[in-house]
């Protein structure tokens, strides 16, 4: 992707911000991004459909993350700034 926009293959990538942010850092290639989002997307976890206690968990530990900043830690630990 990142090739494809250096050699003027291609004119501009639609993607995950946090993603064409790291994507864009590592490859040190020029970003530009819209006013407005075109869609927002949601990131899953598969889990079995009979064990709703997991989803349950899961969720739970997921907000708690988002509530205390956890998330956002991580984020920028693997993405860098976002």
Known sequence: MTNA????????VIGHEMYLEH???KCNVQK??????LSVSYWAIPI???NPN???SINDILLEM?????LDELKLKWYGKY
């Not at 988002?66 to 956890?70: H, S, V, Y």
């Open 23 to 25: 994507i864009s850092t």
């Open 48 to 50: 079995n459909k009979n």
């Open 66 to 70: 988002e509530n205390d900043g956890t």
């Open 32 to 37: 530009r991004y819209l006013d407005e989002k």
């Open 5 to 12: 926009v250096e050699n003027g293959e291609v004119d501009a």
């Open 54 to 56: 997991l989803r349950n």
